[in-house]
């Protein structure tokens, strides 16, 4: 048995947790997710708690407990809490500005680059040098960070670029400057 998936998933009050035909619903006071379960797996709710048991001694089923375990828990902080990414823009004359339900980005090119909100997904700009991601499902809101983060890459000699807020580049000295050989 997998150490993580026997662990109990603490549900808090207005989050409830269903399972039927390999489907995983939870819902809470932020929205309602829900994940397809493959395997030998199922989830049984006892009071506050939910416990996700293997029903079979397949291959890879005690990866998969440990996995739809820790699924499970972020899908309730998530209903619960929701998640959120801050994104930091570095660069000379770089900006950035929420327009509706989209991200005008001006991070050096010739043109501003407009990035739309995906579903379940919100932007919020403070300043205009930082981004906030936020929404409900963990996976989508690090993909969606990841992707802005994507269109322009820390580099470690200026410094410039789209970067996590804790992330830490490394800078590098450049050239030396000195003389030839001779």
């Given at each position: 048995?997998?150490?993580?998936?026997?662990?109990?998933?603490?549900?808090?009050?207005?989050?409830?947790?269903?399972?039927?035909?390999?489907?995983?619903?939870?819902?809470?006071?932020?929205?309602?997710?829900?994940?397809?379960?493959?395997?030998?797996?199922?989830?049984?709710?006892?009071?506050?708690?939910?416990?996700?048991?293997?029903?079979?001694?397949?291959?890879?089923?005690?990866?998969?407990?440990?996995?739809?375990?820790?699924?499970?828990?972020?899908?309730?902080?998530?209903?619960?809490?929701?998640?959120t990414v801050k994104?930091?823009?570095?660069?000379?004359?770089?900006?950035?500005?929420?327009?509706?339900?989209?991200?005008?980005?001006?991070?050096?090119?010739?043109?501003?680059?407009?990035?739309?909100?995906?579903?379940?997904?919100?932007?919020?700009?403070?300043?205009?040098?930082?981004?906030?991601?936020?929404?409900?499902?963990?996976?989508?809101?690090?993909?969606?960070?990841?992707?802005?983060?994507?269109?322009?890459?820390?580099?470690?000699?200026?410094?410039?670029?789209?970067?996590?807020?804790?992330?830490?580049?490394?800078?590098?000295?450049?050239?030396?400057?000195?003389?030839?050989?001779?």
């Amino acid at each position: 048995m997998s150490r993580i998936g026997k662990l109990p998933v603490h549900l808090p009050a207005g989050v409830s947790v269903t399972f039927d035909n390999g489907m995983l619903t939870v819902k809470g006071p932020k929205g309602t997710l829900t994940q397809s379960v493959v395997g030998e797996i199922d989830v049984k709710v006892e009071g506050a708690e939910a416990h996700v048991i293997t029903t079979g001694e397949a291959e890879g089923t005690n990866a998969r407990h440990g996995l739809y375990r820790a699924l499970l828990h972020n899908m309730v902080v998530g209903v619960t809490e929701g998640y959120t990414v801050k994104l930091i823009v570095n660069g000379v004359g770089w900006k950035v500005a929420k327009t509706g339900k989209k991200l005008v980005l001006n991070i050096g090119f010739s043109h501003p680059i407009e990035f739309p909100e995906p579903d379940g997904i919100t932007f919020a700009c403070n300043g205009d040098k930082e981004i906030t991601v936020s929404g409900i499902d963990k996976v989508v809101v690090g993909q969606t960070a990841a992707n802005i983060r994507k269109l322009r890459l820390p580099e470690p000699y200026h410094g410039y670029g789209i970067r996590y807020d804790d992330e830490v580049i490394e800078r590098k000295e450049g050239k030396t400057g000195g003389k030839g050989k001779k």
